[in-house]
């Protein structure tokens, strides 16, 4: 399976896992809402569709 973070990498939300791990660790990170708060999520843990917030200007649709 994927993990989150590889998909924010992947799709320029973030310059690398470490800035991934400390925008996680600085719960700047959201799934519809909800804080990410396990750097090593996989999207097959995620429930349904939704937005990917990282920060206060970063967003990403993700479909499952």
Do not use: C, P, T
């Amino acid at each position: 399976s994927v993990s989150l973070a590889s998909i924010a990498i992947m799709h320029n939300l973030v310059d690398s896992n470490s800035e991934w791990k400390r925008y996680v660790s600085s719960n700047s990170v959201s799934y519809n809402d909800m804080k990410i708060s396990n750097a090593f999520i996989n999207v097959s843990e995620l429930r349904e569709d939704g937005i990917l917030k990282i920060g206060k200007q970063k967003f990403a649709k993700i479909k499952l």
